[in-house]
């Protein structure tokens, strides 16, 4: 058995649960914050046989895609010491990062 625990963008997370439920795949969600951009994420917890890692692995890489945004810093142009940190910079946002980890014992109650 393994367990993989993905932290996802909040908004990947609808689509990637959905997915993984109609695949026959439960999750435990755990809300969670993180990244430089300090911006909710979720962490789920997915145990599952050794055979369907590459599925779910392909899944997550499915719903879980990274993309482009545009964020300033926090000081205003008149206090900037050099104008171009107050200038918004594009930055890559979304995909995720997950753990592949082998589960000795898995227990229900």
Not at 4 to 24: C, F, H, M, S, Y
Request: glycine share 8%; with cysteine; hydrophobic share 45%.
């Amino acid at each position: 058995m393994k367990l993989i625990v993905a932290i996802v963008q909040d908004t990947d997370a609808p689509g990637l649960t959905k997915a993984l439920l109609e695949r026959g795949l439960q999750s435990t969600k755990l809300a969670s914050t993180g990244g430089f951009l300090r911006e909710g994420n979720t962490t789920l917890l997915i145990g599952l046989e050794d055979d369907r890692v590459e599925e779910v692995l392909e899944i997550i890489r499915e719903k879980c895609r990274t993309r482009t945004r545009l964020v300033t810093r926090g000081l205003p142009l008149s206090e900037a010491p050099d104008p171009f940190l107050a200038q918004p910079v594009e930055v890559q946002v979304g995909g995720a990062v997950v753990f592949v980890l082998p589960v000795e014992a898995f227990f229900r109650v």
